[in-house]
């Protein structure tokens, strides 16, 4: 299973775009990069994933470059209530097995 | 429509005796997965069902097992009971079961073992 490299804490000011790096250099052509946030205390919460193409709904953007060893998830809006602990995590393509490899995560702080 | 369930949200044990946890899933949803998060060591994987068949399963020694049923709701059981097994247990619901649903969490069961 890929893994994933994540800075381990980022801060954001209150209403600038907070962009998240991911590293997954050994990711294999039919593996999803999806990002989930967690809240203190809370479940995981799903916010977007994508394969080659650029993703983008109603919380966020993301970014995956051309050879797919990294992407970016950008929250173009920062408020304080994404202040939580963001997962970029490679998800297992082949055999449909609903298999998440959580990394460490970035903590990102929004600040006013 | 309602979300993923899990009960009970809390509940305090001590080493040697087994618990068991249950996971109603969101309606229509067939694929129930199961992790384990704690300080030390983060959100790991336990094991995933799916048509009440285990699918996958992470490395947790035999202690750790789980069921699913005809209506798609789940039970983990963890029999004789260690202090590290103290951990948030949290259940994910899919419709479709493949690498492409969206996976959605409960709320958790955190679990202390005395």
């Known amino acids: 299973d890929a893994k994933t490299t994540q800075p381990p804490s980022m801060d954001c000011a209150e209403g600038r775009a907070a962009n998240l790096p991911c590293n997954h250099s050994?990711?294999?052509?039919?593996?999803?990069v999806y990002w989930y946030r967690q809240i203190h205390s809370q479940g995981p919460q799903y916010i977007i994933h994508g394969l080659k193409n650029n993703e983008t709904n109603e919380m966020a953007s993301l970014i995956i470059t051309e050879d797919r060893k990294s992407s970016t998830l950008i929250l173009p809006h920062a408020t304080l209530r994404d202040t939580a602990v963001y997962y970029c995590i490679v998800r297992v393509g082949s055999g449909g097995y609903n298999k998440l490899i959580f990394g460490a995560g970035t903590r990102l702080a929004v600040h006013p | 429509k309602a979300g993923v369930t899990q009960t009970p949200r809390y509940l305090i044990k001590t080493r040697g005796q087994q618990v068991t946890l249950s996971c109603s899933p969101i309606s229509g949803h067939r694929s129930v997965s199961w992790y384990q998060q704690t300080p030390g060591q983060g959100l790991q994987f336990l094991f995933e069902y799916f048509s009440e068949t285990q699918r996958n399963k992470g490395n947790f020694p035999g202690r750790f097992s789980g069921r699913q049923f005809s209506n798609s709701r789940s039970e983990m059981n963890v029999s004789t009971l260690e202090l590290g097994d103290s951990a948030l247990y949290l259940c994910?619901?899919?419709?479709?079961?493949?690498?492409?649903?969206?996976?959605?969490f409960g709320e958790g069961s955190r679990l202390t073992v005395l």
């Open positions: 050994t990711i294999s052509g039919n593996e999803y």
């Open positions: 994910a619901s899919s419709w479709n079961g493949t690498s492409t649903g969206e996976l959605f």
